[in-house]
């Protein structure tokens, strides 16, 4: 495969490089499209500009997010239900991990909690935030789980 600047982007693997690519290019032809509706509908209709970026940064994002976790293709070497279960539990343990460390690091870099209910809001964010992982990584593996079940 052809090599450019986006590559450092991508992994070694060619069916996930390609794959990936993919979903770049789709979400390249949404953001245009988006776009080009944005611009026409801004004749009749006054927007915000700095929302309208936001918002079509967070489209594409989300659809290359979302299409990459749908598509099982992040862990291919998981085929058997003990490797899935050994796999969902490094998942939990690295969410968990990730919500503690968040937990920690958040103060330094906001400020410390005055209050306990800005105490608390850290921790649910934390929460909320190692919980998407989870959630992700989970969707993410059962995917891949399924579809390498079915190649074997």
């Known amino acids: 495969m052809m090599k450019s600047w986006i590559s450092f982007l991508l992994p070694d693997d ?7 690519l993919y979903f770049f290019s789709e979400g390249a032809i949404l953001l245009f499209l988006s776009l080009l509706v944005t611009f026409i509908c801004s004749r009749f209709i006054s927007f915000d500009t700095e929302t309208v970026l936001f918002l079509h940064v967070v489209l594409f994002v989300v659809y290359v997010l979302g299409r990459y976790i749908v598509s099982g293709i992040e862990f291919t070497s998981i085929a058997t ?8 539990k490094v ?24 209050s306990i209910s800005e105490g608390l809001g850290i921790i649910g ?3 909320w935030a190692g919980l998407m992982m989870f959630f992700i990584n989970f969707i993410s593996l059962k995917r891949s789980y399924n579809r390498n079940k079915e190649l074997i």
Do not use: C, N, R
């Open 91 to 114: 998942i939990l343990v690295k969410s968990a991990g990730f919500t503690a460390m968040f937990i920690l690091v958040y103060p330094f870099i906001s400020g410390l909690p005055v």
């Open 125 to 127: 964010f934390s929460t």
């Open 81 to 88: 239900e003990q490797e899935y279960q050994k796999e969902l």
């Open 14 to 20: 060619e069916y996930k490089e390609s794959k990936i």
